[in-house]
């Protein structure tokens, strides 16, 4: 099922999704990077999560901000 939100457009494919982790205490900073376009993005995680559901969300924030800056190239 593929689920569409307002102002059209599917989200990017990424194909590959490099990630950086950095624990900093009682936090974990977390870069995920699509090598293609170079776009990245940062978040902040609790290390007492799996690194798959981190990984995961950071790729779905990755995916949201490809989506969000396509659709503001072609409005421009």
Known sequence: MVMKRAGGG???V???VLFEFQRMGNILRVVA???K???E?????????????IKRIAARKLTYVMHKNRLKATRS
């Open 10 to 12: 599917l989200p990017p």
């Open 14 to 16: 990424i194909k590959e």
């Open 33 to 35: 990077i699509d090598p």
């Open 37 to 39: 376009s170079g776009t």
């Open 41 to 53: 993005v940062i978040m902040i995680a609790d290390p007492r999560h799996s690194k798959t559901l």
